[in-house]
T-cell receptor, first 114, second 113 residues
Framework: EPEVTQTPSHQVTQMGQEVILRCVPISNHLYFYWYRQILGQKVEFLVSFYNNEISEKSEIFDDQFSVERPDGSNFTLKIRSTKLEDSAMYFC????????????FGEGSRLTVL | SQKIEQNSEALNIQEGKTATLTCNYTNYSPAYLQWYRQDPGRGPVFLLLIRENEKEKRKERLKVTFDTTLKQSLFHITASQPADSATYLCALEGPTGGFKTIFGAGTRLFVKA
């Protein structure tokens, strides 16, 4: 069964460092998302991406964050200068050819900022 | 602001019984309501979607109801099994919130053998 894959599974970084989290969505999907989940809290929407541009973003997704689809398969989330409060699980998700409906999630990248 | 409320207390039930989880929402008119399952340290997994013009949806042992007047959904697992133990997330999608999917905090379910 097709799946969303994310790398790395766990990254530890120092405050102020740049981090790039990578995702390979399901191959024929057109809508891409990043969510985050701070330990013990809810899954929070960060950004949605369609047709090579951001379609929607939350208040969390400030100037420190950026997304990119550099080629036909990868979808990346960059955090420019990490803060302690960026420590969380980051989930990539994708949808097929409709902007509504089921989200397919990856297994997440755990980011720990020291 | 938009809010999704799920019972924060864990639900403990005996194997074979029916588990019923509640999702209430405010300041939102969703076009779709979804339920996901999340196991510890894993990504959410889609279970069921129900549209605003549907009252009830079933899939195997799962049943979802959707009352847009009460702004509430009930999620039922019949003949529950220990393998059903997980956190269950309610999620809302469009149109007042755009077409992003937003999640409730989830309810933890424990099924005892």
């Amino acid at each position: 069964e097709p799946e969303v894959t994310q790398t790395p599974s766990h990254q530890v970084t120092q405050m102020g460092q740049e981090v790039i989290l990578r995702c390979v969505p399901i191959s024929n999907h057109l809508y891409f998302y990043w969510y985050r989940q701070i330990l013990g809290q809810k899954v929070e929407f960060l950004v949605s991406f369609y047709n090579n541009e951001i379609s929607e973003k939350s208040e969390i997704f400030d100037d420190q964050f950026s997304v990119e689809r550099p080629d036909g398969s990868n979808f990346t989330l960059k955090i420019r200068s990490t803060k302690l409060e960026d420590s969380a699980m980051y989930f990539c998700a994708s949808k097929g050819d409709s902007k509504t409906g089921e989200l397919f999630f990856g297994e997440g990248s755990r980011l720990t900022v020291l | 602001s938009q809010k999704i409320e799920q019972n924060s207390e864990a639900l403990n039930i005996q194997e074979g019984k029916t588990a019923t989880l509640t999702c209430n929402y405010t300041n939102y008119s969703p076009a779709y309501l979804q339920w996901y399952r999340q196991d510890p340290g894993r990504g959410p997994v889609f279970l069921l979607l129900i549209r605003e013009n549907e009252k009830e949806k079933r899939k195997e042992r799962l049943k979802v109801t959707f009352d847009t007047t009460l702004k509430q959904s009930l999620f039922h697992i019949t003949a529950s099994q220990p393998a059903d133990s997980a956190t269950y997330l309610c999620a809302l999608e469009g149109p007042t919130g755009g077409f992003k999917t937003i999640f409730g905090a989830g309810t933890r379910l424990f099924v005892k053998a």
